[in-house]
């Protein structure tokens, strides 16, 4: 059974595909957005990301079931502060955000003060690409959407959350946000951190113009990451300090692991070191068909 | 004006895909192959790859002008020994190996002294995947193809290595053999390790099952290379060394120097060094067209 109607706030990358996602597959009888520029209104319509796009934040989320907050993590707060006031008595509020914990536990109980419900999501898709051009009917499609249930969650909130990312054609899984903020500053944070670091000091002009244009593609990929937005990234960093601290120093020693096998010589071992690794990741490519 | 004969000494992804550009382009008038395996001569045939594959060393080259090495680089220089009284007098001989200044100051004066000339190159083109079925007639176009003269090269040598990578399509680029490697360590090499260290530590069993379900296509992306031939990263590995070491170091402080903003949580100073990553990334990626 179709929502009456569901607002997301912010039309980017993922709030424009979860809109453009859920009016392809009847999601919501009614799919509103709220954008901060005119010009977005206009880029709403045009991509048909929304029914109806809207600078007014009262209007956008008036009689709402279900809002997806899909801005920065640093605004969301500010921004659910705002739109409390206008929501109906038990709608559900959820979010887009790279981590939980912070976010989890602010949130919680301001919308729950509210009459509200909140639950925490993080749909594990993306692209470093941003804004409403970028957005995809079928960003979500096969992709695990994180829900992360606190202590106090509602069951029907919970249910509502679940349902929505099921519908836009993610595969939902539970877990605490302290799980997830562990796993995903291993698998995501520390990734894009270190394809950062591989563009900036490889590319350092030190190195000369030969250097860049040795770069292959072996390098595009493993750098690509690095063309995501500072500003999103310096606060995905700032939400999530411990454990990214934590999967520096363990990719750290793991590397470090290996300089010991180089600086020794020891073919037959870095050997053994190169093929655990590729198991590791064949293994993982085959299993989810991630490849 | 076509070679006579152009000669691959195997028929992997790289021998493979320059038999299949050399044919489709008309770079000489025959392309043999000498394989190790019967199963590989028809390989070879029904893939299009040589005009004759052979198990023969000595039928492989007689004849021919210029040889191309596509083995592994632990298997070079034995090759060379095998194939050099074969040759005929003033035949260049030149390689793809992922390394050059091991192989260049070995094979050099090896060719030298049986008549003949040894030229280094390493197309910087290629794929984690392997053997003649990946090959492809495209795999040099565009790409950069690095030839490494020595002091005492011949001029007509090196010219008629330059003109090979160029009729295959990509972009011959001279430089000594040990900028080269100092290069490729950074470049190359480097992100190979780091791919692994990544899929080998994040794909710990010890992490849970749902580590490896929250892995998406930034983590896929950042692990592709890891899937590549343990063996021959082990070779490289062990060729180059010094460099690559430097190039761990290299990284492991820049990875060093973000711990640190981390650590000290300096929002400004983590936008800004994500920034400076990022302008590095779209310049390159802008520049050469890579993206």
Chains 1, 2 share one sequence.
């Not at 880029?43 to 796009?53: F, S, T």
């Not at 749909?123 to 995809?136: D, I, W």
């Amino acid at each position: 059974m179709p929502l009456d109607k569901l607002t997301i706030i912010g039309a980017g990358l993922l709030g424009g595909s979860i809109g453009l996602a859920a009016r392809a597959r009847g999601l919501a009888k009614r799919v509103s957005a709220l954008v901060r520029r005119s010009g977005s209104v206009a880029d709403c319509q045009a991509l048909g990301i929304a029914d109806e796009a809207t600078l007014d934040p009262a209007a956008a989320v008036a009689d709402a079931d279900l809002i997806v907050l899909c801005t920065p993590i640093s605004g969301m707060a500010g921004l659910a502060k705002r739109i409390l006031p206008n929501l109906k008595p038990g709608a559900v509020v959820t979010d887009v955000g790279s981590t939980k914990q912070q976010l989890v536990s602010e949130l919680t109980p301001l919308c729950a003060g509210a009459g509200t419900h909140f639950v925490g999501s993080h749909p594990m898709a993306g692209s470093e690409q941003t804004g409403p051009n970028a957005a995809r009917a079928d960003l979500f499609e096969g992709a695990a959407c994180v829900v992360t249930p606190a202590d106090t969650t509602d069951a029907g909130a919970l249910a509502a959350v679940n349902a929505l990312w099921a519908g836009l054609g993610s595969c939902p899984l539970e877990m605490t946000p302290s799980l997830h903020d562990l796993l995903v500053a291993r698998c995501s944070h520390l990734p894009h951190l270190l394809a950062s670091a591989l563009a900036k000091r490889v590319l350092d002009p030190a190195h000369g113009e030969q250097q860049a244009q040795l770069c292959a593609t072996g390098f595009r990929d493993m750098t690509r990451l690095a063309a995501g937005s500072p500003v999103m990234w310096r606060d995905i960093v700032g939400s999530n300090r411990e454990d990214i601290l934590a999967a520096i120093d363990e990719f750290a020693d793991e590397l470090g692991q290996l300089r010991g096998l180089i600086a020794g010589d020891s073919p037959e071992a870095i050997e053994a070191w190169l093929h655990q690794a590729k198991v590791a990741r064949d293994d993982w490519g085959r299993s989810a068909a991630n490849d």
